[in-house]
């Protein structure tokens, strides 16, 4: 694990209450890291937290002599390899893409080389107001990367875009964009990886509709993963509250077959297909376009159809890439997900556990198994971005593999 130099911004907004448990996981990967709060921030959590969890002074005030005396701002500027702003108000925001220099964390942006990620978390009107997209923008073009915000209920009540990243997904975005490669990491340069991630949405009528548990945070820390270590990533999510990998081309679906249509039209060109997403099985037959009434019903029939699927069509291209499904086991893992293997002829196939509460579904961290005819690899316990890490390392391993016994 590399130590680096993290500068964390915290602005002022609720959502600095999750800011101690970012200087958390930001040290757990071994990073050093010192706090500078702006004076909104001070209202939601204290600097003696911060220093605590940090274990350095917290720094706040611009004309502060005894700062100034001890480690100055332009020293900090300088020491600072990667500064991250989490959560970034609509406030702090405006000022940083303006360049102002009005308080301690602004200055330090100005007077600081490092590269930039902001973690913005508003109420959603904020958020979607044209001011403060404009200077999300401006923020974007100067190279900063933008993490979030997620799409959920806010604490004025409203639901929409806003909420600040979880903590966890704030380091998996950090860590593999700003640590060079290690050595024991597949080299993925010049493979074309397809991915499809998270749960597809099969509509009843216009406001119901039939989906599954999965939060797409595999397949999205497989794209992050994978573009790190330098492959060409193309990601095919269906509807999930996660913020796009950086470096991978996201294309957003809704239904199993507008899946099975993006995936079919990248399929052709990829090296590497891996299906993580959490296909429907079954759609309604015949959606119906008004909203179905319940007056006087005492039950409803819905006539479900197979969607296809879109792995083992995949498998079965003429030219197939290397094919790596997934398979979420309530019992029996193993041997239910061996025929899988073989049924779609998949080149591999990884096993979770999905009965298990403490991995696997909507959680940071999983455990795999992974199978591929003649080998079984087990992938222990790790958050989902590390175990994506194994995970390509074996694929890379096998794709390696299957073109030496072709071209042979
Ligand atoms: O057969 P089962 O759904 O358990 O297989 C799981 C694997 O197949 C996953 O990799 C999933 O992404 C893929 N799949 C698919 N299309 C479907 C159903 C599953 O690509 N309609």
Redesign the pocket.
Known sequence: MIATKWLLGITGGIAAYKAPELVRLLKKQGADVRVVLSQGAKAFVTPMTLQAVSGHPVYSELLDPDFEAAMGHIELARWAEGIVIAPLSANRLAALAHGHADDLLTTLCLASTAPIWVVPAMNQQMWHHPATQANITILKDRGAVVIGPGWGEQACGEIGLGRMSEPQDIVNQLFPMYQPMKEQEANLQGLRILI?AGP?REAIDPVRYISNRSSGKMGFALAQAAATLGAQVSLISGPVNLASPHGVERIDVMS?NE??NA?MTKAQDADIF????????FAVEKALSQKIKKAGATGLQLNLV?????????AALPKPPFC??????TEQPEQ??KK?LQ??H?DL??VNDVSREDIGFDVNVNELTVLSQHKTFHIPKNTKYQISLKLLQIIRECYDTKNKIKNS
């Open positions: 499809s597809t199993a899946m099975y995936v891996i299906s993580a997403a959490a296909v429907a099985d197979a969607t296809p699927d879109i792995l083992a069509k995949v790596v499904g997934f398979a979420a086991e239910y997900a899988k049924e779609k998949l196939i990884a």
